[in-house]
């Protein structure tokens, strides 16, 4: 089993900063392609950014290209969103994902082991 906690969410102003991350445990974090995703109320599950094993790939939705940057620390057994110029179409509920494969995707379909979610508010 793999457990996942992500933390660092809350309420902020558009144009704000936040930094989440997603405590791992109870496997070898560094086996993991690692992802972000979030969920807006009513909409669907959408993809943010992914991290490969070693960290030397990433990549990121449109939406978020240029503000978002993902990484990972796998002394930590941790990987980070950080988001900047945060606006409020950014508000969701979002979750650290991991994957067993190697190759980094975008669909939620592809990752095996979910965290609880971390509240992203962007309002003025």
């Known amino acids: 089993q793999v457990q996942l906690v992500e933390s660092g969410g809350g309420l902020v102003q558009p144009g704000d900063s936040l930094r989440l991350s997603c405590a791992a445990s109870?496997?070898?974090?560094?086996?993991?392609?690692m992802g972000w995703f979030r969920q807006a109320p009513g909409n669907e599950r959408d993809y943010v950014a992914t991290?490969?094993?070693?960290?030397?790939?990433?990549y990121y939705a449109n939406s978020v290209k240029g503000r978002f940057t993902i990484s990972r620390d796998n002394a930590k057994n941790t990987v980070y969103l950080q988001m900047n110029s945060l606006r409020p179409e950014d508000t969701a509920v979002y979750y650290c994902?991991?994957?067993?494969?190697?190759?980094?995707?975008?669909?939620?379909?592809?990752?095996?082991?979910w965290g609880q979610g971390t509240q992203v508010t962007v309002s003025s």
């Open positions: 991290i490969s094993r070693s960290g030397d790939t990433v």
């Open positions: 994902a991991a994957r067993l494969y190697s190759n980094p995707i975008a669909s939620s379909n592809g990752y095996d082991y």
């Open positions: 109870g496997r070898t974090f560094s086996t993991f392609t």
